[in-house]
């Protein structure tokens, strides 16, 4: 079982970066997929971005390749999102997820692969 907790959401203008952290606890994350998902109001939750188990490989959704960057530290057994160039449409509920993987590259972009969710936190962005 793993237990995540998200942080580091709240309101931010255009423009602006916000770092989110994504603190699991239960078990050591290294053997772990994790994720990024958002869900703004009366959407879909979506993919924003992934990596592997060892943070070597990434991957990211198209409307935040390039802004957002995705990173783990397993020591600290948290996962980290980094958003810059915010704009209006990224405002949304944000997800931590995980699920144990043993291959080397990262999952895919469906949420159906991930076992374990975090509560979420609010990034509002004001243009």
């Known amino acids: 079982q793993v237990l995540l907790v998200e942080s580091g959401g709240g309101l931010a203008q255009a423009g602006d970066s916000l770092r989110l952290s994504c603190a699991a606890s239960g078990r050591s994350v290294s053997d772990y997929a994790m994720g990024w998902f958002r869900q703004a109001p009366g959407s879909e939750r979506e993919f924003v971005a992934n990596?592997?188990?060892?943070?070597?490989?990434?991957m990211y959704a198209g409307s935040v390749k390039g802004r957002f960057t995705i990173s783990r530290d397993n020591a600290k057994n948290t996962v980290y999102l980094q958003m810059n160039s915010l704009n209006a449409e990224d405002t949304a509920v944000y997800y931590c997820a995980a699920t144990f993987w043993v291959a080397p590259g990262t999952p895919g972009n469906s949420k159906s692969e991930y076992v374990y969710w975090g509560q979420g936190t609010q990034v509002t962005v004001s243009s």
């Open positions: 990596v592997n188990r060892g943070g070597s490989r990434t």
